[in-house]
């Protein structure tokens, strides 16, 4: 068992909220969690038939057996009992009796945002983080095998090639989460659309190219691209509002949660092919961007990561926002530090002036190191950035 870094935020929260839910992809970890940290706590899940059933059916009795609270997974699956939690922990204002587990975002926020408001401590729980890998001393070969592989605890766990795993994962994915969220007629087209959404990986998101090279309409795209993020297989990385003088970009940045499950879908299928591929730029890129929101993630907080680019060519690829102030990082995939990697952070330290705190860079190298003030950083350090 690999400790998780969000097990102290979520004991933490069980002291101020009576209410705790846990979000995030399927396979991520999320009710292995839930039952290490409570592990005094009955475990129910809203995937059986049997309980779902009883839950709508009779909620008042479905909790009443519950007099010391349950982990209840999948809670999204049963809307109808979030109004019966509500009277419950409003009664008796215990705090940490439930918690609620859901791989769904849209379905489990807003049951949570119309019935619990103000009662449920929240964490958004995403595969394994580099920092828990360490610690947890699974095996870490190079750069290229962990971008390969992914971060999924599956993977890691069970001796399946990455391959067979992504495979039925995406299979499993497509039947039950795309069919719970939205209709879709032809579910191979839905297919064929994340792999083109892999294909953008790190590229600015655009709804009509998409929609034109899948033969499907803008509403459409715009539609499967909200399941994808409800489901958390992408997010999008919105661009920062500060404007230094030149019109902004205003297009948000398309990157998968995991990149393993996006090398999959490029037809990536092993360390060697990665490292020669046109993608691995933008594959490290989406390996440093999701190992800093899973940081933020594990510690009970929204992100607080923007991009920056203007009309003028001058791009940061991430912005950490502290305050009124923001830590400008370039992310560059080779493995030999060159003075070029600082050119576009320089540029854009001129034009922030006082809003720029220290900069950094992260690239794909072994060593850390300073120079002309950039601290640099290597891939393996990335949760000091």
Same mark, same amino acid.
């Given at each position: 068992?690999?400790?998780?870094?969000?097990? /102290?935020?979520?004991?933490?929260?069980a002291?101020?909220?009576?209410?705790? +839910?846990?979000?995030?992809?399927?396979?991520?970890?999320?009710?292995?969690?839930?039952?290490t940290?409570?592990?005094d706590?009955?475990?129910?899940?809203? #995937?059986d038939p049997?309980?779902? %059933? @009883?839950a709508?059916?009779?909620?008042?009795a479905?909790?009443?057996?519950l007099?010391?609270?349950?982990?209840?997974?999948e %809670?999204?699956?049963?809307?109808?009992?979030?109004?019966?939690l509500q009277?419950?922990v409003?009664?008796?204002?215990?705090?940490?009796?439930?918690?609620?587990?859901?791989?769904?975002? @849209?379905?489990?926020?807003?049951?949570?945002?119309?019935?619990? %408001?103000?009662?449920?401590?929240?964490?958004?729980?995403?595969?394994f983080?580099?920092q828990?890998?360490?610690?947890?001393?699974?095996?870490?070969?190079?750069?290229?095998?962990l971008? =390969?592989r992914?971060?999924? /605890?599956?993977?890691?766990?069970?001796q399946?090639a990455?391959?067979?795993?992504f495979a039925?994962?995406?299979?499993?994915?497509?039947?039950?989460?795309v069919r719970q969220?939205? #209709?879709?007629?032809?579910l191979?087209?839905?297919?064929r @659309?994340?792999?083109?959404?892999?294909?953008?990986?790190g590229?600015?998101l655009?709804l009509s190219?998409?929609?034109?090279?899948?033969?499907?309409?803008?509403?459409?795209?715009?539609? =499967?691209i909200?399941?994808?993020?409800?489901?958390y297989?992408?997010?999008?990385?919105?661009?920062?509002?500060?404007?230094?003088g030149?019109r902004?970009?205003?297009?948000?940045k398309?990157?998968?949660?995991d990149?393993?499950l996006?090398?999959f879908l490029?037809?990536?299928?092993? /360390?060697?092919?990665?490292?020669?591929?046109?993608?691995?730029?933008?594959?490290?890129?989406?390996f440093?961007?999701?190992?800093l929101?899973?940081r933020?993630?594990? #510690?009970?907080? /929204?992100s607080?990561?923007f991009? =920056?680019?203007?009309? +003028?060519?001058?791009?940061?690829?991430?912005l950490?926002?502290?305050?009124?102030?923001?830590?400008?990082?370039?992310?560059k995939?080779?493995?030999?530090f060159t003075?070029? @990697?600082?050119?576009?952070?320089?540029? =854009?330290?001129r034009?922030?002036?006082?809003?720029c705190?220290a900069?950094?860079?992260?690239y794909?190298?072994?060593e850390?190191?300073?120079?002309?003030g950039?601290?640099v950083?290597?891939?393996?350090?990335?949760?000091?950035?």
């Amino acid at each position: 068992m690999i400790p998780r870094q969000a097990t /102290p935020v979520l004991q933490k929260l069980a002291l101020g909220y009576p209410i705790l +839910a846990i979000t995030g992809p399927r396979q991520a970890g999320k009710t292995t969690l839930a039952q290490t940290t409570f592990p005094d706590k009955r475990y129910l899940s809203l #995937e059986d038939p049997d309980q779902r %059933a @009883f839950a709508e059916e009779d909620p008042r009795a479905f909790l009443a057996r519950l007099p010391q609270g349950a982990i209840l997974d999948e %809670a999204q699956r049963c809307p109808a009992l979030f109004s019966y939690l509500q009277t419950r922990v409003d009664a008796e204002k215990k705090m940490g009796q439930f918690v609620l587990t859901g791989s769904q975002q @849209f379905g489990l926020l807003s049951n949570i945002t119309q019935s619990l %408001a103000g009662r449920v401590g929240m964490v958004q729980l995403l595969p394994f983080s580099l920092q828990e890998m360490q610690r947890g001393e699974l095996a870490i070969h190079d750069l290229d095998d962990l971008m =390969w592989r992914g971060m999924y /605890p599956p993977v890691h766990d069970r001796q399946l090639a990455p391959e067979q795993w992504f495979a039925n994962y995406l299979v499993t994915y497509v039947e039950r989460d795309v069919r719970q969220l939205i #209709e879709v007629q032809n579910l191979s087209l839905f297919q064929r @659309f994340i792999k083109l959404c892999a294909a953008r990986c790190g590229q600015l998101l655009n709804l009509s190219s998409l929609a034109s090279d899948c033969g499907v309409s803008h509403n459409t795209v715009r539609a =499967w691209i909200s399941v994808l993020e409800a489901s958390y297989v992408v997010f999008l990385l919105q661009p920062h509002h500060q404007n230094f003088g030149k019109r902004l970009v205003k297009t948000p940045k398309l990157y998968f949660v995991d990149t393993g499950l996006a090398a999959f879908l490029l037809g990536i299928r092993d /360390p060697q092919h990665l490292s020669i591929h046109s993608a691995r730029g933008a594959l490290f890129e989406n390996f440093v961007i999701s190992e800093l929101l899973k940081r933020r993630y594990n #510690e009970g907080l /929204p992100s607080n990561l923007f991009f =920056w680019r203007n009309n +003028a060519g001058v791009e940061v690829d991430l912005l950490i926002e502290q305050g009124e102030q923001l830590i400008p990082v370039e992310i560059k995939s080779g493995q030999t530090f060159t003075s070029d @990697f600082l050119a576009g952070l320089q540029k =854009w330290i001129r034009l922030a002036g006082e809003t720029c705190l220290a900069p950094r860079l992260v690239y794909g190298g072994e060593e850390n190191m300073t120079r002309s003030g950039v601290l640099v950083q290597s891939w393996k350090a990335i949760d000091a950035t």
